[in-house]
């Protein structure tokens, strides 16, 4: 991999981890 | 690497971390309430019985919370906690966290499995009021065995378990005297054209399908009412109700927001003592507004020290 490769992955995992909080979030209110 | 393998690298990699990253969101919201008062319990807090039996037809057992070097020689007092699960699901180990908490804080507690609507079994309230009726009788012949004199109890619950708890209150049947109760987001009212959520997510089409379940009587528009109320806290309510503790969420889209009305209404109605605990955040779970949670509990100790004489 190259730098730039792991800077899109490193970019990859942080949006992951804020959107999939969001969704959790919205789970919750929504579903309980 | 070629493209395709990196596209495929990044993809699985976003899709793994946004569901991991939603379940843990999930977990930790979900159980904030409960990290406010859960402790760390060992033989120096107290000894838990589990899985005892009492008298019903469906084996249901409870779980029973001594705290430790608790003084035999006084009188003892005893809080419930009731499971909540929409009557179908839950179980009484819902209610470990909560009573180990309020056994660490000097009372005896308990915790109480009953028959649900999904077992393929009748399980009308009156049938859950009777067995919760049980339980208690069980509770006090197993802590007078063990040596305490229980004189008095506190009736709690979650959802439908707060719906059993104060049923257990407000019908005087308890073989411990209920001295008051605390609940959070119970239904108080079971006027089946209030619950078209509960309906729809059981299958139920007809009012007369939610009032077979809910009462075990085949009933119709005309004849329900009677029964209805036998089975609603806040038509049980009457002068000589026991004070009683209540939180709900303004943004419950499980219990409709005006169960909670009836509720206040019959108790400012009888001059019942009451504290109401809103959660302006919150919806069923309670878990977006943890500090009226921890306002609610403290209230609870308050309540704890005020009616156990």
């Known amino acids: 991999m190259k730098k730039r490769d792991i800077v899109i992955l490193l970019i990859i995992i942080v949006l992951a981890i804020a959107l999939g909080a969001i969704l959790g979030k919205v789970i919750l209110d929504r579903v309980i | ?309």
């Not at chain 2, 120096?44 to 249901?60: I, M, P, Q, R």
């Not at chain 2, 009557?87 to 308990?110: L, M, P, R």
């Not at chain 2, 089975?231 to 969420?249: A, C, D, F, M, W």
């Open chain 2, 1 to 309: 690497m070629n493209k395709k393998v990196k596209y495929i690298i990044f993809t699985l990699t976003f899709l793994v971390v946004f569901c991991l990253s939603a379940i843990v969101r999930i977990q930790l919201l979900g159980s904030a309430p409960m990290k406010l008062i859960e402790v760390n319990w060992n033989e120096n807090v107290g000894t838990e019985y589990a899985d005892l039996d009492y008298k019903n037809d469906n084996g249901n057992k409870y779980d029973l919370y001594i705290p430790q070097n608790l003084d035999k020689e006084r009188n003892q007092y005893l809080i419930l906690f009731i499971h909540g699960g929409s009557f179908n699901s839950g179980s009484k180990e819902d209610g470990d966290v909560w009573c180990k908490y309020y056994a660490s804080k000097g009372y005896i507690t308990a915790t109480v499995d009953y028959t649900l609507q999904n077992q393929g079994k009748e399980a009308s309230i009156f049938l859950m009021n009777e067995e919760i009726e049980n339980a208690v009788q069980a509770i006090k012949v197993k802590t007078s065995e063990l040596g305490y004199n229980v004189v008095g109890m506190a009736s709690s619950g979650v959802s439908a378990g707060g719906t059993l708890a104060m049923n257990l209150a407000y019908n005087y049947n308890s073989v411990i005297p209920v001295k008051f109760v605390f609940q959070l987001a119970a239904p108080t009212y079971f006027e089946p054209n209030d619950w078209s959520l509960l309906k729809k997510v059981n299958g139920w089409n007809l009012n007369e399908e939610f009032l077979k379940v809910m009462t075990g009587f085949d009933l119709n528009e005309k004849n329900y009412m009677e029964q209805i109320k036998k089975i609603s806290p806040s038509s049980l309510v009457n002068e000589n109700t026991v004070p009683t503790l209540l939180g709900y969420g303004l943004r419950d889209h499980c219990v409709p927001l005006n169960q909670k009305r009836y509720l206040i209404d019959s108790l400012d109605k009888y001059e019942v003592l009451y504290d109401y605990i809103e959660f302006p955040k919150s919806n069923h779970g309670m878990y977006n507004d943890l500090d009226k949670m921890q306002e609610f509990i403290d209230t609870s100790l308050k309540y704890c020290e005020r009616f156990f004489y």
